[in-house]
């Protein structure tokens, strides 16, 4: 059977497939071993998408051959798990573990930190905000804990914004793991009221340079197209201002978003 055209043609088959193109592009079942493998992943889970998925993504920590190996880890409850938790919880929870005890102290830091994003978020708001390194960031990527988004080429001559990249990229942190490294952050209050405060005064100021580009007539599609990626991350930022009473930001940063007619 697994050497026959519709092994691949088979929906559990196919959606693993797809699942793995979402992290690596042009994956696709070249060896009878991969197959195989591809075979005992999709008899474990009975060709439940989550456990699928969640296969797909361990491509990105260990080899094809080895993932059968771990399917009692990703597709059962974990021992000694407690009673009551969802079965698709523990497992996403046994991923994040296997995956987070081979990062560096300084990875798992800055991966807490940028959890505040519930948007995507370019390399200047993740220094402003989660104090990122390059480095780290770009580590953290290779070994896909964040995602690389769109990116945008936007011509400039104007000396104003010669610091700014010009060809600037958007991150984001997979959804299966966010909502783990947002329970980390949640219990450390004093991390999470300053990684807010900072996210609140980031995009005020965010606002208020581009407002002052715009209104000086230069770099319309500069301006628009930064407003336009940063978006959710300035809603965010209006929605803490909210909560934490900052009542001067909120007035500054709804006066600006009107003025932008967002």
């Known amino acids: 059977y697994i050497d026959q055209p519709q092994f691949e043609l088979a929906p559990a088959v196919r959606f693993f497939v797809q699942s793995v193109n979402r992290w690596r592009s042009h994956f696709c079942l070249e060896t009878y071993e991969d197959k195989l493998a591809v075979l005992k992943m999709c008899q474990v889970s009975m060709g439940n998408p989550q456990a699928l998925e969640l296969f797909a993504y361990g491509l990105n920590f260990m080899p094809l051959y080895q993932l059968p190996k771990h399917a009692q880890t990703i597709s059962a409850p974990a021992k000694g798990s407690t009673p009551g938790i969802p079965q698709r919880h523990r497992s996403f929870k046994a991923m994040f573990d296997a995956a987070w005890m081979k990062l560096t102290e300084q990875e798992k830091k800055l991966l807490v930190n940028l959890s505040a994003f519930d948007s995507s978020f370019n390399l ?10 390059p480095s780290v960031l770009f ?31 958007l991150y984001r942190i997979p959804r299966l793991f966010h909502a783990c490294l947002k329970e980390i952050l949640a219990k450390d209050h004093v991390r999470q009221k300053h990684l807010q405060t900072a996210h609140v005064w980031f995009y005020m100021a965010f606002l208020k340079k581009h407002m002052d580009v715009l209104l000086n007539g230069n770099n319309r599609d500069w301006v628009l197209c930064n407003v336009k990626h940063a978006l959710g991350n300035i809603r965010q930022a209006l929605d803490w201002a909210k909560k934490n009473q900052m009542s001067e930001l909120v007035a500054q940063i709804e006066r600006d978003m009107s003025l932008f007619q967002i």
């Open 139 to 169: 580590s953290l990527h290779a070994k896909s804990w964040l995602q690389l988004g769109s990116s945008t080429k936007i011509r400039d001559g104007q000396q104003t914004i010669q610091n700014e990249a010009i060809y600037f990229h």
């Open 124 to 133: 200047m708001a993740a220094q402003g905000i989660a104090q990122a390194k």
